[in-house]
């Protein structure tokens, strides 16, 4: 074993035994960062509904020899179905220490092109999902007196993206239940913060028409001249998942290059 690895299984030791509710477990970003925290000890209920995203990602927990996964197939847009699911799962696994809302819809249209339905389904997936999320674990972290929150922002928040309205008022509502949260749910030591992705190359860019321009454009704006990894994102959630990062709370942490910064 050589020392990075030694080092990184030490930083990652905290979340040990932490049970984790994670929505878009299985996706580009999200399988990566599941299988950084079965590696460290923890249990994931990874909530996709992609079944061969599940199935990849099944695997590859295999393959490795992993354990902790548990899988729950669900449909976001359902919230009545979901609670359902994940008051189960929390009898099943008793409760959860860390909840992960990452899964997202991002259609790509003009503004005037969509109707106010397909407003409020992003909403609904992006945003509303989420807080069902947080209400199926908040009671439970509660009684534990100890929570950690993380909702999947994006950089678009931040403008210069044209013709993802839904998505990018969905990303804002979710840096505004952060800070929301933060300032309630503290007392209970409860943490909630929001990582912001930078532009990775994920299925998300299949929506971009010019691919190797589109890097480009990426690579112009960001002060670290690489695209980002997976991984970038998974070790941003390890340490706001773990004991470690306690005074840290209300805030929006920019994992993008250095596309942006205040």
Known sequence: MNMQTTREKAALMSVAGKTILYTGAAGGLGAETTLHFLRAGARVLAIDNDHGKVESLAKAVEREGLQGLTVCEADLADLADLRRKLDGKARELGGF????????????????EYTIEEHQMV??????????????????????????????????????????????????????????????????????????????????????????????????????KRRGHPRDIAYALMFLASEESGFITGQTINVDGGWVMH
């Open 97 to 112: 220490d860390v909840v992960i809302n990452n899964a997202a819809i991002y259609p790509s249209k003009p503004f005037e």
């Open 123 to 224: 909403q609904r997936v992006n945003v509303d999902a989420g807080i069902v999320c947080v209400q199926a674990a908040l009671p439970g972290m509660r009684e534990k007196g100890f929570g950690r929150i993380i909702n999947i922002a994006s950089v678009t928040a931040y403008g210069g993206w044209a013709k993802l309205s839904p998505y990018v008022q969905s990303k804002g509502a979710l840096i505004g239940l952060t800070r929301a949260w933060a300032r309630e749910f503290g007392q209970y030591g409860i943490t909630v913060n929001a990582v912001a992705p930078g532009a990775f190359p994920t299925d998300a860019e299949k929506i971009h028409p010019d691919p190797e321009g589109y890097t480009r454009f990426v690579l112009e704006h960001q002060a670290v």
